[in-house]
């Protein structure tokens, strides 16, 4: 019976903790049509989440598309199929590689940081403070966030994907001895509309979840130093686990047919 005891407390607090992250996602969203706009602290939230991820978005995405390229190369040489490469790099990184990458990426600098500031803030009683000066925290501290990583994640995965395809191109022309041109050509002609928007649509949900997890963790953070590591760590695992389940989800509805 205690195993079953051990399943059921595991269970009611899922459902305890999606249902909290829900009203807290309501709230959330609610909150954004409602004034006032701390336009200064979007704008310096666009700056934290988008400008300052590029480095490492850039780098993990042409790393990625030339690893892909030569993946590629070497499995479909087994059947003479060299010359898909250019266009299953492409398709592999708008619709799939390029959101997911840069959304695993960003959830480990950007959520970590956010649930590690929220947190600090929370067990300093800093929010409090805010509540106490008629100030609602979650207008001032989550809105913003949210707001900045819906804006910044899908041009993030733009430039991503533009870098993972030239990542491509770099392995295929000079490791592979495919034609500059020709590689060019064909990835243009192969991408559709399609695939590109389908990318970042993800994107965009990815930095709703990224923002959202960050702030709920920081937010919901207590005990001091050791509860906001604990916070910090909870918004990392937890946004990537809701990436690649949304990733999963999305790719079903986008492409059902």
Known sequence: MNVFAAIGRVTLGFFRETGRVSLFAGDSVSAV?????????????????????????????F?????????????????????????????????????????????????????????????????????????????????PRLVAAVISMPILVAIADSIGIFGGYVVGTASLGFNGSIYLKNTVDFVTRQDVTSGLIKAAVFGFIIALMGCFNGFNSKGGAQGVGAATTNAVVSASILILAANYILTSLLFSR
């Open 33 to 61: 049509a409602r004034p006032p706009v701390y336009w200064w602290l979007i704008a310096q939230q666009l700056m934290r989440i988008g400008y300052f991820s590029l480095p490492v978005v850039g780098l993990t995405a």
């Open 63 to 143: 790393f990625t598309g030339g690893v892909l390229a030569l993946q590629i190369y070497i499995g479909g040489n087994r059947y003479g199929a060299e010359s898909i490469v250019p266009q299953i790099v492409a398709l592999g990184i708008t619709r799939e590689l390029g959101p997911v990458i840069a959304g695993l990426m960003v959830a480990g600098r950007v959520a970590a940081a956010i649930a590690a500031e929220i947190g600090t803030m929370r067990v300093t009683e800093q929010i409090d403070a805010l509540t106490t000066l008629s100030t609602n925290p979650i207008k001032y501290l989550v809105v």
